[in-house]
């Protein structure tokens, strides 16, 4: 659940901070304030992508766990990480312009930046049954959805929930899964181009 949370925060709060604009608020000052005095206090330098989102995760459910009470008037349920999306989306958003850290952070981890500037727009998630796992050089698997439709998405990395399937993948057959992607570009030699394919990111 921790993991859980530190991902979704994480992310949601580096990837929509280089987009939008966010209202003006004092509690929104407030938390941005706290969290860019932690970003201070962090190295970046030498974070991998996944050790940045999850770094800057924590530094946010940190600052939030000392507000729990302000956030719950908002609206938001501190220990549920959708609820606290739409908060961690805002204080990215103060951030990124008013966080010389922050900026700063970004500017140290061009990886990180490239990962979600060609992420961004082409992430998603499909639910259905699981109906096949085939394998070969990559995995990928087969999802239908409720209106019949079959989405072919790749195993090509690790993703959160990919252990199950690597104990025992047989038993995970025909049941409703949820799966997160994230479009890639793909060279495929038969056709001697780029497509587009699904890259599972998580499944529940």
């Known amino acids: 659940m921790k993991r859980t949370l530190l991902v979704a925060i994480g992310y949601s709060l580096l990837a929509t901070s280089l987009f939008g604009q966010a209202t003006d608020d004092v509690f929104m000052k407030q938390i ?33 766990g000392q ?19 739409k908060v961690a989306t805002e204080v990215g958003m103060r951030l990124a312009a008013d966080c010389p850290a922050f900026v700063e952070a970004l500017t140290r981890n061009p990886d990180t930046i490239k990962d979600f500037a060609e992420s961004k727009s082409s992430a998603g998630n499909v639910s259905g049954k699981l109906l096949k796992i085939v394998g070969g050089e990559f995995t990928y698997l087969q999802i239908e959805d409720d209106k019949g439709k079959i989405e072919k998405l790749w195993w090509m990395e690790y993703f959160d929930g990919s252990n199950k399937f690597l104990a025992d993948p ?22 001697n181009d780029y497509v587009k394919v699904k890259v599972i990111k998580g499944i529940q």
Do not use: W
Not at 179 to 191: A, G, R
């Open 32 to 64: 941005t304030r706290e969290t860019c005095d932690a970003v201070a206090k962090v190295d970046f330098s030498k974070k991998t992508t996944e050790e940045f989102k999850l770094s800057l995760g924590l530094v946010l459910v940190k600052v939030m």
């Open 67 to 85: 507000h729990q009470e302000e956030l719950k008037a908002r609206g938001a349920n501190p220990g549920d990480p959708k609820s606290l999306e």
């Open 170 to 191: 047989q038993r995970q057959l025909n049941k409703i899964v949820r799966v997160d992607y994230v479009e890639k570009e793909m060279f495929n030699s038969t056709l």
